[in-house]
């Protein structure tokens, strides 16, 4: 397959180190504009290395379960776990802002109302006449790009994200799957991206 030629232009605005609890990550912010209150952000541990393959999280904020501990999703236990793997690899999680796949933190609540009443969570989406996913990963290539990324470890488990880095100049080496175990509260949103987006973990 041709790699097409990677077009989104962001501007690193500003980093700093920021201890936490899985080690010390330069925290990069990436706008447009440094008036941009909601930049991309890059974690790259203190260890990064881009001259190797390289441990990469592309990971949409979602800002119930990371902030709050939802567990209608596993977005907060897959963003701890992530950063957990790449402080051991010297790796990186980029966190993008793309609330609710995309249809922003208003649009994901009126989803939620819903799903609460039987709709799934691709249902649901459609039914309020939304993408199922509108997440857009030119924007996660592009940061790569800044930090002279060019072949990652890519840790995910969704199809989506490796296809956009495949049809970058990016090279994918490997697939780290990212395993968290279900909880009933997001069972039933798991089985959803399993089976009916082909997300690529087991059910335990």
């Known amino acids: ?31 447009t504009s440094s008036d941009d209150w909601m930049p991309h952000i890059a974690m790259a541990h203190e260890d990064f290395n881009s001259e190797g393959p390289v441990l990469t999280r592309i990971h949409s904020e979602c800002i119930t379960g990371d902030l709050f501990g939802s567990k209608r999703c596993d977005c907060g236990e897959q963003l701890h776990r992530a950063l957990e793997m790449t402080a051991a690899a010297g790796g990186i999680v980029l966190y993008l802002r ?16 819903l799903q609460d009443i039987g709709h799934n969570t691709i249902d649901a989406n459609l039914h309020l006449g939304l993408k199922v996913d509108a997440r857009q990963y030119d924007i996660a290539v592009a940061m790569l790009q800044d ?30 799957p990212l395993i968290v175990s279900p909880q009933k509260e997001n069972k039933n949103y798991l089985d959803t991206k399993k089976n009916q987006m082909g997300h690529l973990f087991d059910l335990l």
């Open 147 to 176: 930090l002279k990324v060019s072949t990652v470890k890519l840790l995910t488990n969704n199809p989506g994200k490796i296809e956009a880095i495949e049809n970058s100049s990016l090279h994918i080496i490997e697939r780290v």
């Open 98 to 113: 793309q609330e609710g796949r995309g249809i922003g933190i208003i649009n994901k609540l009126k989803a939620y109302q």
């Open 1 to 31: 397959m041709t790699k097409k030629q990677d077009s989104i232009s962001l501007v690193r605005q500003a980093e700093a180190m920021i201890p936490t609890p899985w080690g010390n990550f330069n925290m990069i912010a990436y706008a």
